[in-house]
């Protein structure tokens, strides 16, 4: 089955300054990589994903990278506010939708 | 629109006590999945249902797991016995077929 490794799993930013989440996956047949913010107590919701028929994906401050060769994706979240502080999840999937996920990246943005 | 429904919110039950979970999907929405995320770490499906169909139960413990989904729309997972290992968050979700999926808010069970 699908491998998705996520690091780091903890990852400190300043407000105002980048932060970068990198996972790699292992089954080449994957095409679909979303990404999902979960906030302490609540459910995880989708903030962005990105397909294997593009290299990169943008959506305000958020942007998506893929590397398929490689077999890598990250999450670029650039001018981070407070409200970005959540643990963010990598997932990856082939035709049937069928999720794996990575083990989750806790973001904390320092005021 | 409504989001995916599930109850209860938080479950407390002696270890080999029966347990189960209810799950309202998005209306119109075919796939349903059953999720387990333990503390730290990223969901893992249990099981996924296209309309009534359980079309992938791989990873569903089936001696002590089971879910319905009689009439293709809401759902229910169940433990039975429930062990110490089973406390985890219980997650439902639900898409289109072949779309996004969009998360409950999850049962909280903890046994004890």
């Known amino acids: 089955g699908e491998n998705v490794e996520q690091h780091p799993s903890t990852l400190s930013v300043q407000e105002g300054d980048s932060a970068v989440i990198k996972c790699t996956y292992s089954?080449?047949?994957?095409?679909?990589f979303p990404w999902y913010k979960q906030e302490l107590g609540k459910r995880p919701q989708l903030i962005i994903d990105i397909r294997s028929n593009v290299g990169e994906k943008k959506d305000q401050r958020i942007a998506v990278t893929l590397n398929k060769t490689a077999k890598h994706f990250s999450l670029h979240i650039t001018e981070t506010q407070p409200e970005d502080s959540a643990v963010y999840f990598c997932a990856a999937s082939g035709g049937d939708y069928k999720l794996s996920f990575g083990a989750g990246t806790t973001v904390t943005v320092r005021a | 629109e409504a989001g995916v429904v599930q109850s209860p919110r938080y479950k407390i039950i002696e270890k080999k006590q029966p347990v189960a979970f209810w799950c309202n999907p998005i209306s119109g929405h075919n796939t349903l999945y059953w999720y387990r995320q333990n503390l730290g770490q990223g969901p893992e499906l249990l099981i996924r249902?296209?309309?009534?169909?359980?079309?992938?139960d791989s990873q569903l413990p089936k001696d002590r797991f089971s879910a319905e989904r009689l009439k293709g729309v809401d759902s229910t997972l169940k433990i039975q016995p429930a062990e110490l290992g089973d406390s985890a968050v219980y997650l439902c979700?639900?898409?289109?077929?072949?779309?996004?999926?969009?998360f409950g808010p999850g049962t909280r069970l903890t046994v004890l």
């Open positions: 979700a639900s898409s289109p077929l072949k779309g996004e999926q969009f």
């Open positions: 089954d080449s047949a994957s095409n679909y």
């Open positions: 249902y296209e309309n009534e169909e359980a079309v992938d």
